[in-house]
């Protein structure tokens, strides 16, 4: 494995749709969440490579600087053919493509005909565009996601990512990281009877992305409600974002969009 050189002290804080520009030769190397990646401007082409790290809880910093140093010959590459002139880099986040089934550590009981929102903060990926148009080179996971397969037989389902969440209550307990985006989840129990959440599986790819002036990540809230039995809850993506988040602005927009209203009648399995 590559060990990085660099230290904390020697540099700077790396941010979303920011135009960074490099002369031919020279490489933009970032550390954020699990990842290494070095970016490469040459005379023809555009090199990306990507390296995992190990698991730091404590990182809460996206650190990057721009180097004269060619990355490691033993690092995968993938190369692009330079799209024009422009020397600019500029990374975007992205929620994931696909839905993400969201358990607790510890689930959670909400009462009858009562209601509670948890912060939910989901893993998110970098988009990779270059050269003065912005040409999209590639995007990846700022760390490995877990697969899951959520349906009731193996014929009739959907592929899912999976991770574990701490379900907070407290939006202040919830950590702000550059690579996470975090979602409220209002869930309202209209049932005679307590709703034992173990799982939720998130609409990620309806959810936008919105960056506030602290420059922590937000999408709208999603608001399920549970009338009946839980295979009948509905599912509504909201309009705006919480109070809580401040001003924002639009970094990315959903990767789908939702039915008018943003009721998503038709998805399906929102406990798992």
């Given at each position: 494995m590559t060990t990085s050189l660099e230290t904390p002290q020697t540099m700077q804080d790396g941010q979303?749709?920011?135009h960074y520009a490099l002369e031919p030769g020279q490489t933009q190397y970032h550390e954020l969440c699990h990842t290494r990646v070095w970016a490469t401007l040459l005379e023809q082409e555009w090199q990306i490579r990507y390296q995992r790290m190990p698991e730091d809880d404590d990182q809460e910093r996206w650190?990057?600087?721009?180097?004269?140093?060619?990355?490691?010959?033993?690092?995968?590459?993938?190369?692009?053919?330079?799209p024009d002139d422009g020397c600019q880099l500029h990374y975007l986040p992205a929620m994931s493509s696909l839905a993400t089934v969201?358990?607790?550590y510890q689930p959670l009981t909400i009462p009858a005909a009562s209601e509670c929102t948890i912060y939910v903060g989901t893993l998110l990926w970098m988009r990779i565009?270059?050269?003065?148009?912005?040409?999209?080179?590639?995007?990846?996971?700022?760390?490995?996601?877990?697969?899951t397969w959520v349906g009731r037989t193996t014929m009739e389902g959907e592929l899912c990512y999976s991770a574990a969440t701490f379900a907070r209550l407290v939006l202040d307990a919830v950590p702000k990281r550059?690579?996470?985006a975090i979602t409220p989840v209002?869930?309202?129990n209209e049932r005679p009877e307590p709703l034992l959440l173990e799982r939720f599986n998130l609409p990620t790819p309806l959810l936008s992305l919105h960056r506030n002036e602290k420059g922590h990540?937000?999408?709208?809230?999603?608001?399920?409600i549970c009338e009946t039995d839980m295979n009948s809850a509905r599912l509504r993506v909201d309009h705006d974002l919480i109070a809580a988040a401040g001003r924002?602005?639009?970094?990315?927009?959903?990767?789908?969009?939702?039915?008018?209203?943003?009721?998503?009648?038709?998805?399906?399995?929102?406990?798992g």
């Open positions: 979303w749709g920011v650190l990057q600087r721009v180097t004269d140093t060619l990355p490691d010959a033993e690092l995968g590459v993938q190369r692009f053919v330079r969201i358990r607790p565009q270059a050269g003065s148009k912005g040409t999209h080179l590639m995007e990846l996971p700022l760390a490995d996601p877990s697969l550059p690579w996470r209002r869930i309202i990540l937000w999408t709208p809230g999603v608001t399920v924002c602005e639009l970094v990315a927009p959903a990767r789908e969009q939702t039915a008018r209203g943003g009721l998503v009648r038709a998805y399906d399995r929102i406990f």
